[in-house]
T-cell receptor
Framework: DTEVTQTPKHLVMGMTNKKSLKCEQH?????MYWYKQKAKKPPELMFV???????INESVPSRFSPECPNSSLLNLHLHALQPEDSALYLC??????????????FGEGSWLTVV | ELKVEQNPLFLSMQEGKNYTIYCNYS?????LYWYRQDPGKSLESLFV?????AVKQEGRLMASLDTKARLSTLHITAAVHDLSATYFC????????????FGTGTRLTIIP
């Protein structure tokens, strides 16, 4: 099983709403990631969790708040977003730090539209 | 700051032809990833290249890595329509954390 599952697949939210994106993997991976991808652009790294601890925050605005409740789950809490935050949000996972030859597996993504 | 550039950005080729996509990066790294993305879909891992001179092949696709030249290539042999997609290379600049910086992407269209 090389699956990373993301929910919801589509989300429309207002600028005053609070919502969450969820990601789950059961591959025993210890590193999990959030990427943001705008239309016709490459993905950009937002956050990295390693062994359930936030290890990298790529200067992401505080209206995005990641959470890793356990080694299989990763959430991205959204609050007071702007229309320019509309994008595809991709979750990914890999074996994690120290393991060589890691393949990074991506989920199907959550399409977010902020209105 | 790490920069990853691909060329061409757009490629339209006929079925049965061969072509190569190039990926150049600006800082030292010995880990290079290739992904495929279909429209509206997620990223599918194609290859992970881990050392200078690494070459991997899967079907009609072959990827290579020259760390001294900071160059990776993705070669397509006898293209078929199913290979139409956007192809990204990505460089891991933080060994062990898989902190990927993606290239600009190459949008490949295979014409019958």
């Amino acid at each position: 099983d090389t699956e990373v599952t993301q929910t919801p697949k589509h989300l429309v939210m207002g600028m005053t709403n609070k919502k969450s994106l969820k990601c789950e993997q059961h591959m025993g991976h210890r590193a999990m990631y959030w990427y943001k991808q705008k239309a016709k652009k490459p993905p950009e790294l937002m956050f990295v969790y390693s062994y359930e601890k936030l290890s990298i925050n790529e200067s992401v605005p505080s209206r995005f708040s990641p959470e890793c409740p356990n080694s299989s789950l990763l959430n991205l809490h959204l609050h007071a977003l702007q229309p320019e935050d509309s994008a595809l949000y991709l979750c990914a996972s890999s074996q994690g730090e120290g393991a060589s030859g890691n393949t990074i597996y991506f989920g199907e993504g959550s399409w977010l539209t902020v209105v | 700051e790490l920069k990853v550039e691909q060329n061409p950005l757009f490629l339209s080729m006929q079925e049965g032809k061969n072509y190569t996509i190039y990926c150049n990066y600006s800082t030292t790294s010995d880990r290079l990833y290739w992904y495929r993305q279909d429209p509206g879909k997620s990223l599918e891992s194609l290859f992970v290249l881990l050392s200078n001179g690494a070459v991997k092949q899967e079907g009609r696709l072959m990827a290579s890595l020259d760390t001294k030249a900071r160059l990776s290539t993705l070669h397509i042999t006898a293209a078929v329509h199913d290979l139409s997609a956007t192809y990204f290379c990505a460089v891991d600049k933080d060994f062990g954390n898989e902190k990927l910086t993606f290239g600009t992407g190459t949008r490949l269209t295979i014409i019958p």
